[in-house]
């Protein structure tokens, strides 16, 4: 398959580089294609500005949902953008490697879902969730921190990961990702041996990560016209609300 | 009391821009002083890189933690940075008031904590959560949604607006402030009448903002060497776990 790692750190020689790189070469042992958006590198703009868009369809008011769409249609977006663009619609697999800071993915990788994931070609007419634009395709969030996994877990100090992750990985099922449950390599700052602990047990995972089952959402349809869950059906476990 | 609004919007036509200067007029009015961070305005940096120092202690590899708090010590943050530390020092109460992009505020935002909550100013040396550095401060999220508010409850397409939120409050009290609950103006795009009560309901909101009790959060050491809540106590109600 084809798999596409989007890399999130300043520091070229980051912890999250070496699990980057096992990522690509335990991808490749298998016989899969592994290309590297290395945002920090390729000093991918986070902000939603006038300069993704190479014209405008409403100079006067910056409507970005309207803009999105318009640039969608008319090949109008910023280099930068279409090219992540054309790097998701190659991959069957996209892996987000960042650290977590302030208790979410950095602001880089946030700014590439607000920028590339766009309506026309993630979602819109529809099509959302098992039917949006990236249906087929999968996803998973890899990430460190540098406190304990206790300290992320449901009676944790800062709660559970997969709930704090819920924004990201809902961001994901929106645009139709099968969204696998997130890597998180614990401690990144204590000491070598729990660095070289994560990259077995990440090497581990990605070997068998194509027979993977995703984590479970529900279909758009389980939902009301009042946005409400239909009654009788339970909220979804990987929601933070049974976390 | 001094309250600064930051504020994140690429469009001054935006209904964020709105709310912003209702808050501005509203808290005027009864006698308080504001400021505004219009970041957008400012071209505030979302990302974290070596830009955020006017030196580097150690310039072959970036540890952020230790060039912030090397930053913090020799007044060394770049302009954009230490004017955000200034006002955050001077303002009793923080408003960030944002759209809800992807389930979260827009990359901008996140920068602003990643790049402005350095270690020193806002944590550190055994000060965080109840004695934080910016503890006795208020901080809230306004934010807007273009969906219903039934669809970011607990039974809705979204899940539970303050479980979405919890990364971006835990953040906020993780450096000190007293949290009040996020404040949500729904349907953004559907009405104009859908605006005005917004509107109407966020001045009445703030009209008593200063008597309002803060969401409940945990004392660090409510919290055991093994990162976990003691034995006995219950989570919070404003982390998603109980949501």
């Known amino acids: 398959m084809n798999v596409l790692i989007v890399y999130a750190h300043p520091e070229p020689k980051s912890f999250n580089a070496a699990l980057r790189d096992l990522a690509k070469s335990t991808l490749e042992a298998k016989g899969h294609v592994v290309r590297i958006s290395d945002l920090y590198a390729q000093d991918f703009e986070a902000r939603v500005t006038r300069g993704a868009f190479r014209s405008a369809k409403d100079p006067d008011m910056l409507n970005i949902i309207g803009e999105q ?23 069957d697999f996209v892996i987000v490697q960042c650290p977590i800071w302030w208790f979410g993915p ?29 249906a087929g395709k999968r996803a998973m969030l890899s990430v460190t921190v540098d406190a304990s996994l206790a300290a992320y877990s449901a009676r944790g100090r800062y709660g559970d990961l997969d709930a704090m992750l819920w924004p990201a990985n809902l961001s994901l099922r929106f645009v139709g990702f099968d969204v696998l449950k997130p890597f998180c390599a614990p401690k990144v700052s204590e000491s070598p ?3 070289r602990h994560s990259l077995e047990a ?11 089952t995703p984590l479970f959402f529900h279909a758009a349809s389980d939902y009301g016209d009042d946005d409400l869950l239909k009654p009788g059906l339970k909220p979804a476990a990987s929601s933070p609300r049974d976390a």
């Open 106 to 134: 950095p602001a880089i990788v946030k700014g590439w879902m607000d920028r590339v994931f766009v309506p026309g070609f993630t979602y819109g007419r529809g099509k959302w969730f098992e039917t949006g634009g990236l």
């Open 69 to 91: 769409a318009h640039a969608w249609k008319t090949d109008g977006f910023a280099a930068e953008i279409k090219a992540e663009i054309d790097a998701i619609a190659w991959a």
């Open 202 to 212: 990440y090497a581990a995972r990605l070997a068998a990560i194509e027979g993977e």
């Open 193 to 195: 041996e729990i660095r």
